[in-house]
C-alpha cells in the first residue's frame, strides 16, 4: 500500500472518530486537516451613511423671508419712531422760536404758506395751532383760509357747511362761525362753502374787519392759506397778519421762486417770520443728528 493511501486511510479514521464523537465531519474535521491559506478576503464593507434631516428648500425659503419681514418691520417701525420723533422737536422748537412765552413780543397772527404746491403746509399749521394750545398759555384759533384747496376740516372732522367765505360774505359775529375743539383750548374756522365764489378785490375791507376780530379774541391765530405763487389773495391776507413762515419742500421747490416770492413779500411790507425746509433727507443717522 502506498503512503499516498495510507494517509487516506488516516484521514478517513480521523473522520469516523469526529462523527462517533456526535461533531459532523463536515465542519471540525475540514478545520482541523484542511491548510489555513495565507490571507482571506474579508467581505465587502458597505459605509454606513448617517441619515440627515431631510430639507425642504421651499420650506426653509418660507422661514427665511419671514424672518426677514419680521426684521424689515421692525426697522421701520424704529425708523418712523425716530423720524416722528425728530419731527416732533422740530415743530417744538419752530413754536418756541415763532411764539416766544418770555422776553421778546411774540407775533399773535402769523400765516403759513407754502411757496409753490402744499408742501405740507396744512399739517405744518395745524401742528404748530396744537402745540400752542397745548402750552396753555391763551386761546388758539387755526383758520383755513386756503380757498382753492380747504383740507383742515377734513382733518379734524368738523362741518364746511359755513366758515371764514361766509364770514367774509355775511355781518354775523364771527364766533358764529367758530368751532370748539373737543379736547383742547384750540377753535377751529373752517374754509366754508363758498369760498370759491370770493373775490377778493370787493371784500378786502370785509376780510380785514375779520382777521381784526379774530386778534380781539385770540391769543394766537395761526393761519393756513394757499401757496404763494398760485394765489394772489395769501400775499393780500398776509398784509393783516403779524408776520408769514415759509414752507418750502426740500429738492422739490426751485430757489428762484422762493426767493422771487421773499421780494414780493418785503414789497408788501410783510414781516417774513421764518422758512421751514419740509421732507429734507438726513445725510447722517438720525440718531447722530439727535445729538447735534
Request: aromatic share 6%.
Amino acid at each position: 500500500m502506498s503512503r499516498n493511501f495510507e494517509l487516506l486511510q488516516q484521514t478517513s479514521s480521523v473522520q469516523d472518530l469526529f462523527e462517533t464523537s456526535g461533531h459532523p465531519a463536515g465542519l471540525v474535521g475540514t478545520a482541523e486537516c484542511e491548510p489555513r491559506p495565507r490571507w482571506t478576503e474579508k467581505p465587502e464593507q458597505k459605509a454606513v451613511r448617517s441619515e440627515a434631516p431631510s430639507i425642504h428648500l421651499p420650506d426653509l425659503i418660507r422661514e427665511k423671508t419671514r424672518n426677514w419681514g419680521q426684521q424689515v418691520r421692525k426697522r421701520y417701525k424704529e425708523r418712523r419712531g425716530d423720524l416722528e420723533s425728530i419731527s416732533r422737536e422740530e415743530e417744538i422748537k419752530l413754536v418756541q422760536r415763532i411764539f416766544p412765552v418770555a422776553g421778546q413780543r411774540s407775533p399773535q397772527i402769523v400765516l403759513f404758506s407754502s411757496v409753490e404746491s402744499d408742501a405740507g403746509c396744512a399739517s405744518i399749521s395745524i401742528r404748530t395751532a396744537e402745540i400752542l394750545a397745548g402750552r396753555g398759555d391763551g386761546s388758539v384759533c387755526v383758520v383755513d383760509a386756503n380757498f382753492q384747496l380747504p383740507c383742515l376740516h377734513h382733518y379734524f372732522g368738523t362741518d364746511n357747511s359755513k366758515g371764514l367765505a361766509e364770514a367774509v360774505l355775511g355781518s354775523l359775529p364771527i364766533q358764529d362761525f367758530l368751532q370748539k375743539h373737543p379736547e383742547a383750548n384750540l377753535w377751529i374756522l373752517p374754509c366754508g362753502a363758498a369760498g370759491g365764489q370770493l373775490r377778493f378785490s370787493g371784500v378786502n375791507d370785509r376780510l380785514r374787519s375779520r382777521m381784526t376780530e379774530l386778534r380781539g379774541q385770540f391769543k394766537y391765530v395761526v393761519i393756513h392759506s394757499s401757496p404763494l405763487d398760485l394765489d394772489s389773495a395769501a400775499i393780500l391776507l398776509s398784509r393783516w397778519t403779524d408776520g408769514v413762515v415759509m414752507v418750502v419742500e426740500a429738492d422739490t421747490t426751485r430757489r428762484e421762486t422762493a426767493r422771487r416770492m421773499k421780494q414780493d413779500l418785503e414789497a408788501a411790507n410783510v414781516r417774513i417770520l421764518g422758512v421751514v425746509l419740509n421732507n429734507r433727507t438726513f445725510s447722517i443717522p438720525e440718531a447722530l443728528y439727535r445729538r447735534l
